[in-house]
């Protein structure tokens, strides 16, 4: 099915099951634990054996030799490989750092052998009994040192956010010489780890040439395809199988070493074998976030148009990478004549950056927002009335492409009521209660809706159930439930009617979850094969399809009603369909928008901060479940406070790695730095996003999170910190005396 | 190998085990019960949070054969998906949970908080060391803080075991 004109009416807009807050269905699962994540499948494989992975010891460099003796006759040991047994394996269409083989060493953690054992303590233990030898070459480790060398670089990160390598529209250096009051600041923010739960794990069995690994991944296809590719075997040759997942944010997208190495270590050692990359190994082996400074200036006139507005960010990463594309929002966001946005990347030998939880958006609304908070105050605005006089209903740098729905004037105005906005003095340090100073801060948040091509295959069952199957992924983000709303509606049935099935290669290809296209795509695949089963149903009864109406598990035209069970026979009655798009991606831009307010008390003695209360008013077209949408934006506002206030991969510079590479040390927020959270969704459908009308929410409750921290910190304190994260120890010596 | 014999969810299950096994490995490993999460192995996320003799415990930080003949309680002695424990049931309607991981961790963790509060065990935002611990959001939060969940469902949680606790959320 393709979608190339703007939904009109269609079953799905009865909302009887889709849009209702009803509970996951893999919820009783979840919380008993009997969901199967990767390395928990005792069942799919006979004899098991244990991997251990170890990683490189230094940041740059080449194995000169790896010493294994004394590993391969440790008690239980099947079989050691080492990353000098093979040349470089090829590398997958997603990967920039190659996974295994061959003696140089691109990054620190990368992956240089695996040992198989019987046991999971025998594999570690002579995993430790390895002694390598490295060359150790120079490495470019220090994103600021790099800075005079990076070059202009363009950048899609596939997920919604990108921009030309340089992007103009008018004059930018002219209207900003002239603007009334300007603004020119430099921000930076950190690398970050996706420090999802669980650690990636793979289990894999070869029969003859065909491999399948069980495994954690957010985008099966892909893996599938890179994985091939990586071990140069057919695609045709390999099964990816994902169904519970435990936790992604951007790290499971692509294939990486766990999935590898199972797949070496089950070949040599001729039995399945399982692995898991250990808690240390996910910072430095796997991807990250990459670090940005940002540079932005905006020119406005004396009644706070912006005039002029230049957003410039540099990032590194490993040769043939990417830059962060954390400029892309700003070339829709608000209005203004003359705009400038550059990209910039330098070549760091740091682990490989890549996409983490609104890759783009997140780190360049945490510049892009504070700069509107500071701008806000030079010209004696409130930051709320400063975005509102800049809206825009079109795009900026195409004024002919309107967007599809834009409610972000919505979103401030009741956030700011429902928040209590009118209480936050403009001046900061102002409100004080005992040691506490307490400010409240907002930020707009933005992220692009992608449509991705997504399939689904829906089997009905001759006592009327239905079976959708499609290699969707849920990370936590409710697929299966949203899935099985979307086939309930169209069928006509209750939910407990629908089995949903994912994460499977051998099931149709569908968008996977990523940059918060999961959700609308897959639903609209699932649509798709729904019009056609609906369509084949009406055949088989002798109904007219386009009068047919499927309610109560009957398929009902004139006075005629049949139980839908009936049309499937014995052998049950299967359709398959793809959602495709047309252009209106390219004739309306299509974006999410949401005000984000926050309330933090700063200790005035301490410069500790404290998250007091958290309200996010999203416009994100239809909600197709209340419930777990407002999990998503809450889950995301969370990892927005952690970005603002502790997330930090440390960098060593000398020796170049991540240092602080486990939860210990690398600090996310826990139950006691998180309040009570409001979630807001307003009342909105998009007819141009799907037949679904909905659009992407897991992301956006992300985008400017950070911001609204630093900006209430700073009216708290007067302290503007352009540094994330917003640590203690920037605030120290500069807090007001105490009384 | 050693010898050791754990009573789990109620049913003695005796064990030949490399000693370094810990009791984590021994649940998900050796006895297949794989709701405890290993989530870092070291002690720093709570994924793998069970009971042991009535207290909660991070069972990758601890080796099997230091609980010769003790009772383990894990999320599989809860409840089971048609007959779930108040809390599981509680975690389900306030989505107290995403990708699931952090879950079971979390669900042990809630019912370990609420018995330590009812036996007056204070915590570190307890004012008044000598006096009963009270119910808050407060307490909850400050002795759930040993369960990491990245999916970021706290908000969420709180409220599933407030309402567990029998106060409104
Ligand atoms: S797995 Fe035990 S605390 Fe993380
Ligand atoms: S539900 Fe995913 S980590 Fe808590």
């Not at chain 1, 939904?7 to 893999?26: C, E, K």
């Not at chain 1, 809706?449 to 001759?462: E, T």
């Not at chain 2, 669900?107 to 330590?116: D, G, N, P, R, Y």
């Amino acid at each position: 099915m393709k979608f190339d004109t703007p939904a009109t009416s269609n079953p799905i807009d009865q909302l009887r099951v889709v849009g209702q807050p009803v509970d996951r269905i893999d919820g009783p699962l979840k919380t008993t634990g009997t969901a199967p994540y990767a390395y928990e499948r005792h069942d799919v494989a006979r004899d098991q054996a244990y991997g251990y992975v170890l990683g490189a010891g230094i940041g740059k460099g080449r194995v000169a030799a790896m010493d294994t003796a004394a590993a391969k006759a440790a008690p239980g040991v099947i079989a050691v490989v080492t990353t000098l047994d093979m040349p470089r394996l090829g590398k997958g269409e997603m990967n920039t750092a190659f996974l295994f083989g061959g003696a140089e060493i691109q990054h620190y953690h990368q992956a240089i052998a695996v040992v198989v054992a019987e046991s999971f303590e025998q594999a570690r233990d002579a995993a430790a009994m390895i002694r390598t030898r490295y060359v150790r070459e120079p490495g470019r480790f220090d994103l600021a040192a790099e800075a005079p060398k990076a070059q202009l670089a363009s950048a899609d990160s596939g997920e919604g956010s990108g921009a030309p390598q340089e992007d103009r529209t008018g004059d930018f250096e002219g209207a900003f010489a002239q603007a009334a009051v300007t603004l020119d600041e430099t921000y930076s923010t950190p690398d970050e780890s996706h420090a999802m739960m669980e650690p990636h794990a793979t289990i894999a069995a070869w029969e003859g040439e065909k491999l399948t690994v069980w495994t954690s991944s957010q985008m099966i296809a892909w893996g599938r395809r890179d994985l091939a590719k990586t071990l140069g075997i057919p695609a045709e040759n390999v099964r990816f199988d994902s169904p519970y997942i435990g936790g992604g944010f951007g790290g499971k997208l692509f294939l990486r070493a766990d999935a590898v190495l199972a797949a070496l270590g089950a070949k040599a050692a001729g039995r399945s074998v399982k692995l898991a990359l250990t808690r240390p190994l996910i910072a430095n082996n796997t991807t990250h976030r990459p670090a940005t400074i940002q540079r932005i200036r905006i020119g406005a006139g004396r009644d706070g148009r912006i005039t002029a507005i230049a957003h410039e960010s540099l990032s590194g990463d490993l040769p043939e990478g990417q830059p962060e594309t954390a400029v892309s929002q700003t070339r829709l966001l608000y209005a203004g004549a003359n705009r400038l946005t550059a990209l910039r990347l330098a070549v760091l030998d740091l682990p490989e950056g890549n996409s983490m939880r609104a890759p783009g958006e997140a780190p360049g609304l945490m510049a892009l927002e504070m700069a509107m908070d500071e701008m806000a105050e030079r010209l004696g605005m409130d930051p709320i009335d400063f975005r509102i006089v800049n809206d825009t209903q079109v795009d900026p740098e195409h004024a002919e492409r309107p967007f599809s729905q834009r409610q972000l004037v919505q979103c401030l105005r009741i956030g700011a009521e429902r928040f209590g906005w009118n209480r936050r003095s403009a001046t900061p340090g102002q409100r004080r209660e005992g040691q506490w100073l307490v400010g409240l801060g907002m930020a707009a948040g933005f992220r692009n809706n992608l449509v991705m091509k997504s399939g689904a295959r829906v089997r009905l069952h001759g006592n009327g159930a239905v079976t959708v199957e499609t290699d969707m992924t849920d990370i936590g983000t409710g697929s299966y439930t949203i899935i099985a709303q979307t086939a309930a509606e169209m069928m006509g049935l209750p939910l407990e009617k629908v089995t949903v099935r994912l994460g499977d290669s051998d099931f149709p290809v569908s968008s996977g979850s990523g940059g918060q296209f999961g959700g609308n795509s897959s639903t609209a695949g699932v649509y798709a094969a729904c019009v056609k089963l609906r369509e084949a149903v009406a055949r088989r009864l002798g109904f007219n399809s386009a009068e047919a109406r499927f309610e109560g598990g009957q398929v009902r035209a004139g006075n005629r009603s049949v139980p839908l069970g009936q049309a499937a026979g014995e052998a049950g009655l299967t359709a398959e369909d793809q959602m495709e798009y047309g252009d209106l991606a390219e004739r309306y831009q299509q974006s999410t928008f949401a005000g984000h307010f926050v309330e933090v008390a700063v200790h005035a003695a301490t410069g500790e901060t404290r998250v007091r209360r958290m309200l996010a008013v999203c416009a994100a077209g239809r909600i197709l479940n209340p419930k777990s949408a407002r999990s998503q934006v809450i889950g995301a506002m969370t990892m927005g406070v952690g970005a603002a206030l502790m997330e930090e991969l440390a960098v060593d510079k000398r020796h170049g790695f991540f240092v602080n590479h486990d939860l210990a040390g690398y600090e996310v927020p826990v139950h006691a730095d998180i309040p009570h959270q409001e979630v807001i969704f307003l009342d909105e459908t998009d007819p141009i996003s799907s037949p679904m009308k909905a659009k992407g929410v897991g992301e956006l409750g992300i985008c400017g999170v950070g911001a609204a921290v630093a900006n209430a910190v700073y009216n708290a304190t007067g302290l503007r910190v352009r540094d994330y994260p917003i640590t203690l120890d920037k605030l120290l010596d500069r807090l007001p005396e105490l009384a | 190998m050693s010898r050791v014999t754990l009573r789990v969810n109620g049913e003695e299950r005796s064990l030949e085990l490399d000693p370094r096994t810990t009791l984590l490995d021994a649940l998900r490993e050796q006895l297949q019960l794989t709701g405890s999460k290993k989530g870092c192995d070291h002690g720093q996320c709570g994924a793998c949070t069970v009971m042991v003799e009535g207290r909660r415990i991070y069972s990758c930080l601890t080796l099997a054969v230091m609980h010769d003949g003790e009772a383990v309680t894990t999320i599989e002695g809860l409840g089971r998906p048609d007959a779930l424990h108040p809390m599981q049931a509680a975690f389900v309607k306030h989505d107290g949970y995403q990708c699931g991981y952090c879950t079971p961790g979390q669900i042990c963790a809630s019912v370990a908080t609420l018995q330590e509060i009812e036996a007056g065990i204070p915590s570190h935002v307890t004012a008044d060391l000598t006096a009963a611990p009270q119910l808050t959001a407060e307490e909850i939060r400050e002795r759930m803080s040993g369960n990491i969940c990245r999916c970021g469902a706290y908000s969420n949680i709180v409220e599933a075991i407030t309402e567990v606790a029998g106060r409104p959320a």
